[in-house]
Nanobody
C-alpha cells in the first residue's frame, strides 16, 4: 500500500508563488522509484508538469521550465516531494496531482487545486 498526501495548493494572483508538498509513505513491498507532479485543468487531460526518474534525472514540461522546480527528500518508502512554483500564470490553474511509482504500479494523490487569477 502506498499513500500520497498533497498540500500547498491555493489561490494566488498572477506572478505569485506556491509550494506544493507530497508526503509519500509505503509499506514493505518494494521501493518507491520515480515521482512526479501532474496537473489537470477542467476539460483537459492530465499532463506531466515535472518528474524525477529512478536515476535522478529531472524532467519539466516546456510550459513550466525556468519557473517550477521539483525536489525530493527521503529514501525508499518514505519520501517528500516538493514543487516550487514561481511566476505563476493564469494557464497554470489546475488540480495538481502527485504520482509515485513502485514496480509497475502508479499511485496517485487526491490532488490539490491551484487557482491563478489576473
Amino acid at each position: 500500500q502506498v499513500q500520497l498526501l498533497e498540500s500547498g495548493g491555493g489561490s494566488v494572483p498572477a506572478g505569485g508563488s506556491l509550494r506544493l508538498s507530497c508526503e509519500i509513505s509505503a509499506n514493505i513491498g518494494g521501493v518507491i522509484t520515480a515521482v512526479g507532479w501532474y496537473r489537470q485543468a477542467p476539460g483537459k487531460q492530465r499532463d506531466l508538469v515535472a518528474g524525477i526518474a529512478t536515476d535522478g534525472n529531472v524532467k519539466y514540461s516546456d510550459s513550466v521550465k525556468g519557473r517550477f522546480t521539483i525536489s525530493r527528500d527521503g529514501l525508499y518508502n518514505t519520501q517528500t516531494v516538493w514543487l516550487q512554483m514561481n511566476n505563476l500564470k493564469i494557464d497554470d490553474t489546475a488540480t495538481y496531482y502527485c504520482k509515485a511509482e513502485r514496480g509497475f504500479t502508479n499511485y496517485w494523490g487526491q490532488g490539490t487545486p491551484v487557482n491563478v487569477s489576473s
